[in-house]
């Protein structure tokens, strides 16, 4: 049976919102609600990697694991990456890769990524969702990911392209992109050793390292996309919609 690692990129120096980790809602830290989503899952083991001691410090605090990582990184995968290896775990076949700023991500879309990418032994896989909203287009935090073909319920299909905007409502197959990823650990290792590519620089996408270099992301289909957090305005719209919830 393969074995899963799941591991949470996290740093305070965001630029549009700096310390967002550590940012509560209901009295808890963003980063330690993703950690809850990730354990939800029950699919391996939950660690976060910090760039920082104050959000090492947190996570052990609300009883999860961290460890510290370097502040040279230039994406999450390069971060998680160095923890996969600080965490000597040779056994792990599979790592999947969690956004620190998405405490409402699903557990049940988590699960069924991973399902799809052991049922179809992918490289990488990622989740995407319907986009209902017109101005999701023109939204530059929101990312857009472009399919060979339709997303339905059942089917993991490659991706062609992501982007900020330039991929307009008039294009099909175009969704709204939840970055999460689920990597062999092999293909995390190639990823890591190639060279940062124009594109990826230019667009501020680490995942067109790997289309660029002809390694196939397969997308599934979530049931909905989470509120990323990406500014004060985002944290405090969140922040109201858990606190009502409970």
Known sequence: ???????????????????????EIKNIPIISHVVKRGQETGLGE??????????????????????LTGNYHKNGTERIYEG?????????????SLQG?????????????????IENNSDIGTLAAEINEDKIFNNENVVKVKTQEKLKN???????????????KESSNVYHHIGIYCYKVSILKKYVNLEHTKNEIENRLEQLRALDNNIIINVALAKSAPIGIDTKEDYIALKKIMEYKS
């Open 84 to 96: 996969l290896q600080k965490l000597q775990t040779e056994d792990v076949d599979y790592v999947i």
């Open 154 to 168: 059942n089917n993991f299909v490659v991706a062609i392209d992501f982007s900020r905007n330039n991929l307009s």
């Open 101 to 117: 700023d998405e405490p409402e991500i699903n557990p049940g879309d988590i699960k069924n990524l991973y399902r799809h990418v």
């Open 46 to 67: 939950v660690v976060v990697c910090a760039e920082d001691k104050e959000i090492m410090s947190a996570v052990e605090k609300d009883g999860g694991r961290a460890i």
């Open 1 to 23: 049976m393969s074995k899963v690692l799941i591991l949470i990129p996290s740093r305070m120096a965001a630029q549009r919102l700096p310390g967002k980790p550590l940012l």
